[in-house]
């Protein structure tokens, strides 16, 4: 029986410890190969950005497995675009970005570039799982090793064994998971929604966008709102997400308010 085909990246960059912890996290669950980018690609989104750079290709071992890995100087949407189309010997059964420094939350998912491959496979029939562990904006650039995936990982593992298992792609082609920095193999979890509020926001000096820091109004913060489940309840949030942007609930009103707009009203 062929083993599931489970393809990884992120946007930390092919060298990220968090990159490692994802393929340690994945062992024995199938056939693993990564194609990552060469550079550090966050906050790019679903972007279409390629250097048009060879690609790098090598084997990674990790404990006693050997993963084929492709370093691609692209964003992360681009790598999953080259892995479906070009490198992956046939259709994958789950896509897995990260496991990134730094949550992913709120208004702002889309800025994600672990979101945006998650976004970009599932686009084309695969299922993803993005998963980001909450650390300090001071550490968002880095590859430091200061930093512990252990909880993150087996998050990684537990989702993408149920992914795999129960089809789950079916009721949501992407699911986002983000884990508290403080995390262990205790800490509860539960299912949420992306919250209207942005998590970050840019900061300014001398009239300058010079970074970003968590800025967020907890009096207005939904309670079954992924931020509300990592800053308050200091759970793990998962969040099914599709990549289809419709507001559905409001599709009646608006083709009447429309249809009123055509008649001069």
Known sequence: MTKPLILITNDDGVESPGLDAAVRALRGLGELMIVAPRQQQSSKGRAFAWNQQPALYATRRVGNTRVRTIAVDASPAVCVRYALMLEAPRPPALLVSGINYGENLGSGLTISGTVGAALEAAADGVPALAVSLETDTSYHLSHSPDIDFQSAAMWTRR???????????????????????????????????????????????????????????????????????????????????????????????????????????
């Open 159 to 265: 989702l993408a064994q149920e992914m795999l298992t129960r089809n789950l792609g079916k009721l949501a082609p992407v699911v986002n998971v983000n884990v508290p920095c403080d995390a262990t193999a205790q800490t509860k979890w539960r299912v949420t929604r992306a919250s209207h509020q942005a998590y970050f926001r840019s900061t300014v000096e001398n009239g300058r966008l010079v970074g970003y820091d968590v800025d967020v109004n907890r009096d207005t913060l939904e309670r079954d709102s992924d931020i509300y489940a990592i800053m308050v309840d200091r759970i793990v949030s998962v969040t099914p997400l599709t990549y289809d942007l419709t507001a559905h609930a409001a599709l009646r009103q608006f083709k009447t308010e429309l249809k009123a707009l055509a008649h001069g009203a």
